[in-house]
């Protein structure tokens, strides 16, 4: 997959957005703005396919390198049929795809929001979300989560971050991957199921880790009583 396959504006741009003309127009003066409006974006989704914030950040700079490179080979007619979105995400994931190659991605926590304009859970009520149990239940969640999605393989990975976790619509998602709306949805059903097979055996061994410490917790208290 190159950048050279680019998505036309069908999707991720509103009407009202000048971006993509402003970019046709003057690529280096509107270029800071495709920056800023995305690299938080960007880094975050690099973040949770990757695992590291090292890489995040070289990926999501790289990321612009090479659409700023895309852009200037652009003729202006087709950088203002861009669906930007969609277009950097795929940017950006061939990046992260091409580093993680041999390397195992590592945890990190899926309520991970920096400098995105999505939620990173469900919301709560005010008083409820503030309050610290509250806080700690979402962060080992995420953390818990985070480390189960880390453990799938990169096309189920993909799939599930883009689709559950960014937010993006099938559609959306097979753009971005490239590939066609039922594979995309085989590849988050069978990573959904993967998870949730995982995420049940995990909290049967901890059950039964439980159950355990009990009776040695119960045999200790009896054994200690003085025989009379």
Same mark, same amino acid.
């Given at each position: 997959?190159?950048?050279?396959?680019?998505?036309?504006?069908?999707? @991720?741009?509103?009407?009202?957005?000048?971006?993509p003309?402003?970019?046709?127009?003057?690529?280096?003066?509107?270029?800071?703005?495709?920056?800023?409006?995305?690299?938080?974006?960007? !880094?975050?989704?690099?973040?949770?396919?990757?695992?590291?914030?090292?890489?995040?950040?070289?990926?999501?700079?790289?990321?612009?390198? /090479? @659409? !700023?490179?895309?852009?200037?080979?652009?003729?202006?007619?087709? %950088?203002?049929?861009?669906?930007?979105?969609?277009?950097? !995400? /795929?940017?950006?994931?061939?990046?992260?795809?091409n580093?993680?190659?041999?390397?195992?991605?590592?945890?990190?926590?899926?309520?991970?929001?920096?400098?995105?304009d999505?939620?990173? @859970?469900?919301?709560?009520?005010?008083q409820?979300?503030?309050?610290?149990?509250?806080?700690?239940e979402r962060?080992?969640?995420?953390?818990?989560?985070?480390?189960?999605? @880390?453990?799938?393989?990169?096309? !189920?990975?993909a799939?599930?971050?883009?689709?559950? %976790?960014?937010?993006?619509?099938?559609?959306?998602?097979?753009?971005?991957?490239?590939?066609? %709306?039922?594979?995309?949805k085989?590849?988050?059903?069978?990573?959904?199921?993967?998870? /949730?097979?995982?995420?049940l055996?995990?909290?049967?061994?901890?059950?039964?880790?439980?159950?355990?410490?009990?009776?040695?917790?119960?045999?200790?208290?009896?054994?200690?009583?003085?025989?009379?």
């Amino acid at each position: 997959m190159t950048t050279d396959t680019a998505p036309a504006k069908t999707m @991720a741009e509103t009407p009202a957005d000048t971006l993509p003309d402003d970019l046709a127009t003057d690529l280096d003066g509107t270029f800071e703005r495709l920056v800023l409006r995305y690299q938080g974006r960007l !880094y975050a989704f690099a973040l949770r396919f990757s695992g590291d914030r090292r890489d995040a950040e070289e990926i999501a700079q790289d990321a612009f390198i /090479r @659409a !700023y490179t895309a852009l200037q080979g652009y003729d202006a007619p087709r %950088i203002r049929l861009l669906a930007l979105q969609p277009w950097l !995400y /795929r940017i950006t994931l061939n990046v992260a795809r091409n580093r993680a190659r041999g390397k195992r991605p590592t945890l990190v926590p899926l309520a991970t929001d920096e400098a995105t304009d999505r939620p990173a @859970a469900p919301p709560l009520a005010d008083q409820e979300r503030d309050r610290p149990e509250a806080l700690t239940e979402r962060r080992e969640l995420g953390a818990a989560l985070g480390a189960l999605v @880390a453990g799938l393989p990169a096309r !189920y990975r993909a799939a599930i971050i883009l689709r559950h %976790i960014e937010g993006f619509s099938y559609p959306e998602a097979a753009t971005i991957l490239d590939q066609p %709306i039922g594979t995309v949805k085989a590849n988050v059903h069978r990573g959904v199921g993967q998870l /949730r097979a995982t995420w049940l055996a995990q909290q049967h061994d901890e059950h039964d880790e439980h159950d355990e410490n009990d009776k040695e917790a119960i045999h200790g208290r009896s054994a200690a009583k003085p025989t009379r």
